[in-house]
């Protein structure tokens, strides 16, 4: 928990909590009598696709990504759509007419009966929608990054650990699915690099932006603007944070909204890695970069280096996060890692592997990397695929096992606050030393202050 956001219970959720577990239970009742039909006294006929198998879905961020999850909703009941946007709204209309239509998601998370929210909306709104809907004990399913500061990350944790026995959660880092995440994780933790000593992931995406942009007029009718700002500091309207544009998020570079390639494809490059080392929170942070701190835009190009104490398989490693141009040193010169836009590579006593979301190379390196000492697994003994990965969600809620999705609130929660952590350091100007259990920078006071970010009045993440 954080000092400056503690979270605190709601007085008012859930709304009626009898009714919300009782469907929960009936729920994981009809989900462990497997996949053939069961008739109960009252008549009602359950299986896989049985109207009562199905869950009370809220699509919170409709238009935009959210399209991309109408296909999996269309197996449960949508019962609230909320958008700030009636035109972005209007294809999940007509997808989904019998959802009650919100434009404010405080209020449609209070929509009656609800088991599940599913969450697309801009990046500065996520930690606090998901933080409202483990209040409301919701199953949540948050579009990456699950958070953009320190304290959200540490504050939607807090809220998750006590419930993840009862909530499914997962955050949409979707690649995960693919089966090389998996290999990875396998082939390290099974020594086929030997002893592993460093990780590295980058990025090469840059969406170089100069200022918050100036008042443009007025949103239109159809928009309302203060209900996208949100939590966040105003910032006049202006299109230019909202135009689709194909492939970048056009507000997530402005401190207020987003934290660039940290939450956009960082959130997934950094995903693969993650998953290999069996990480919680590092004990010291290093950014550097060749630019001038931008009060208004997160930097282009920067490289975050963080420390983390031994785990039961591994030594202490160093892992070193590179975006907008920044890149690691090949390990051979008839590699050019630049053939990689999102990659990643780990290095260990008797080799590295370099990969992409889809492959990986094995290189060995020195005389005894004979790969006489690795042994590869048998099919049989491989990891279990992902499967589809909004599914494994959706399954989660109702089989008895919420806590069994790739990338939950405490994996995910992990992950960003560690990304967090190397803007902190970016902004402080220095090496951060720091205490994973308080939450707190101990070699400079000062730097504290860049594990949060202002919000406006009247705003809430502990709703
Ligand atoms: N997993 C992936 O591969 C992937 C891909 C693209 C985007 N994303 C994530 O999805 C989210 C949305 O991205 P996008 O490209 O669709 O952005 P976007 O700005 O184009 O659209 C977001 C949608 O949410 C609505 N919205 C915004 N703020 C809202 C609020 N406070 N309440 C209700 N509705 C709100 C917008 O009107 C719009 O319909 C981002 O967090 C982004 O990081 C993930």
Not at 71 to 81: I, P, Q
Not at 170 to 196: K, W, Y
Not at 360 to 366: E, K, N, S, V
Request: include cysteine; charged fraction near 25%; glycine fraction near 8%.
């Amino acid at each position: 928990m954080n000092d400056n956001n503690p979270p605190q219970k709601s007085a008012t959720v859930p709304k009626n909590p009898t009714a919300q577990s009782s469907r929960r239970d009936l729920l994981k009742k009809s989900a462990l009598a497997g996949a053939g039909l069961t008739i109960l006294p009252t008549g009602t006929v359950f299986g896989q696709n049985a109207p009562s198998n199905k869950l009370n879905v809220a699509l919170i961020g409709v238009g935009g990504r959210g399209q991309a999850h109408y296909g999996t909703l269309k197996d449960e009941n949508v019962v609230a759509l909320c958008d700030v946007d009636k035109v972005k709204m209007q294809p999940g209309v007509d997808t989904f007419p019998d959802a009650k239509v919100y434009l404010d998601w405080r209020e449609c998370l209070d929509h009656d009966d609800l088991d599940a929210v599913l969450c697309c909306t801009a990046d500065h709104t996520h930690a606090f929608i998901a933080n409202w809907a483990l209040a409301r004990d919701l199953h949540c399913y948050m579009e990456k990054p699950l958070a953009i500061t320190v304290n959200e990350a540490r504050t939607v944790r807090e809220s998750y650990l006590p419930k993840m026995d009862k909530l499914a959660t997962q955050v949409g880092m979707q690649r995960h699915a693919s089966p090389n995440f998996n290999r990875l994780s396998e082939m390290v933790r099974d020594g086929v690099i030997g002893d592993l000593k460093e990780a590295y992931a980058w990025g090469n995406r840059q969406i170089p932006r100069e200022g918050y942009l100036p008042d443009a007029g007025g949103a239109p009718e159809t928009m309302a603007w203060d209900l996208w700002l949100g939590p966040s500091p105003y910032h006049p309207y202006n299109s230019g944070y909202i135009k689709d544009r194909a492939g970048c998020l056009e507000w997530n570079m402005f401190w207020d909204f987003g934290i660039g390639q940290m939450g956009d494809m960082g959130s997934h490059t950094m995903d693969l890695l993650w998953n290999v080392i069996d990480a919680e929170l590092p004990t010291s942070i290093e950014s550097k970069t060749s630019e001038e701190f931008n009060p208004d835009v997160t930097p282009v190009e920067l490289t975050s280096s963080f420390i983390f104490p031994a785990n039961d398989w591994r030594d202490k490693i160093r892992v070193t996060w590179f975006q907008g141009g920044a890149m690691p040193k090949s390990p051979s010169n008839w590699i050019d890692l630049n053939k990689i836009g999102h990659g990643v590579m780990f290095k260990g006593t008797k080799g590295f592997i370099v990969a992409d979301f889809g492959s990986r190379l094995i290189i060995p390196f020195g005389d005894t990397a004979d790969l006489t000492y690795y042994e590869s697994r048998t099919e049989d003994e491989l990891l279990p695929d992902v499967g589809n990965f909004q599914k494994q969600w959706t399954e989660a809620c109702r089989n008895g096992k919420p806590s069994e999705t790739a990338c939950n609130f405490k994996y995910s929660a992990d992950m960003i606050e560690t990304m967090c952590l190397g803007l902190a350091a970016f902004r402080a100007g220095g090496k951060l030393e720091y205490d994973p259990a308080a939450g707190k920078i101990t070699n400079n006071e000062d730097a504290n202050q860049f594990l949060t970010k202002p919000y406006r009045d009247g705003w809430t993440i502990a709703g």
